[in-house]
């Protein structure tokens, strides 16, 4: 690692784990205790690690508590309890030590519209004394990925939401910290540039040993980048280790029942939940937003029979699957919910929008 690249003087490189949360526990509206109106516990106990040059997956519906946890984690919130470390550094105790590990691009989209691409990013190097000489590789290199560099001497103020959303994310990597957060980094990224972004990533990762802790809305990106992750609902964390793990863990194949969205829904659900247990081959069925999912060791010749019972009991089916476990499968199983994916809105450019009106 360059001298550019090295830890923050004063701060040593971590040899335990460069993320270290025990007992976690986040109240919004009141203290820890505190019920009733208004209170909200929105982190509820949770424990887990990232080891040095891991690149760790965290995973989670809306409303689960992921985004509450990484703002602790980034310091931009206090727990109510628990202990958090990252890169040995207590989050409460030595916060600005903290924020000089981290590099972090987050969901909403924060870029200077009156300065160009190139200049945005070059903004962000010198901001982090970065020898002049890197930062221009740097930049060069990030407008390449990103497929920014004939725009590079535009204003982003003029760029559409999609490529302010990609100079945004080439904010937090110019300066290679040892720790980066990635928010949902490439949501609302064609395919194309998706891949790109992955690839250096993988770059990164291998070549710099740096950390990465991704949310991520894609579960494909999490299956082709992640080493571990973790799935968080209501609060707490429900399932955690490496992909192939949490797909083996399911042990079957998925069948997948989704049902016309009608007044009869619901209970049109329930008759199809129950009559799951009673078919030969299921070894567990539950609901979720759209019908019922059911797990089978032999999926095909099960669904035969799913759907016969279904018939006969006159329960209406939109749409059959029948898959290996994905880790879409080890969401829903989990969550009794499908990841959806949302676009990512550019922030307000505020005054810079107001000086061109």
Not at 300 to 312: D, I
Request: proline share 6%; charged share 25%.
């Amino acid at each position: 690692m360059s001298a550019a690249l090295a830890a923050p003087r004063g701060i040593d490189t971590p040899t335990e784990p460069m993320i270290d949360v025990a007992g976690l526990v986040k109240v919004y509206g009141g203290n820890e205790g505190d019920t009733g109106e208004g209170v909200v516990r929105a982190v509820n106990g949770i424990d887990f690690h990232v080891d040095p040059g891991e690149f760790f997956g965290f995973l989670g519906p809306n409303g689960s508590g992921k985004t509450t946890t990484i703002k602790i984690l980034t310091t931009l919130l206090r727990p109510t309890r628990g202990a958090v470390k990252v890169g040995g550094l207590d989050v409460v105790e030595r916060p600005q030590d903290v924020r000089k590990l981290l590099g972090y691009a987050g969901q909403s989209i924060g870029v200077d519209g009156d300065l160009t691409g190139r200049e945005n990013l070059r903004l962000i190097g010198h901001l982090y004394h970065l020898p002049g000489s890197v930062v221009r590789d740097r930049v060069e290199e990030l407008l390449d990925v990103l497929q920014l560099t004939e725009a590079a001497d535009r204003p982003a103020g003029t760029y559409s939401g999609g490529m302010r959303r990609r100079l945004d994310l080439g904010s937090g990597l110019v300066h290679h910290p040892p720790l980066l957060f990635l928010d949902e980094p490439t949501t609302g990224l064609d395919p194309q540039t998706r891949n790109a972004v992955w690839e250096y990533l993988r770059t990164l990762h291998r070549t710099e040993r740096m950390t990465i802790f991704l949310t991520t809305q894609y579960m494909e990106e999490a299956d082709q980048l992640c080493q571990r992750l973790a799935i968080m609902d209501h609060g707490r964390i429900v399932a955690a280790g490496t992909p192939h793990e949490l797909k083996a863990g399911i042990g079957a194949d998925l069948i997948t029942i989704r049902l016309p969205q009608d007044g009869s829904f619901e209970a049109n659900r329930a008759r199809a939940l129950a009559l799951a247990h009673t078919v030969p081959g299921v070894a567990g069925a539950v609901e979720f937003e759209q019908g019922v999912t059911m797990r089978a060791v032999h999926g095909g010749a099960t669904l035969v029979e799913v759907l016969r019972r279904l018939e006969a009991e006159k329960v209406p089916v939109n749409e059959v699957a029948v898959s290996p476990p994905t880790l879409d499968q080890v969401f829903l199983q989990h969550t009794g919910r499908e990841m959806q994916v949302e676009e990512v809105r550019p922030a307000s450019r505020g005054p810079w929008a107001a000086r061109r009106n």
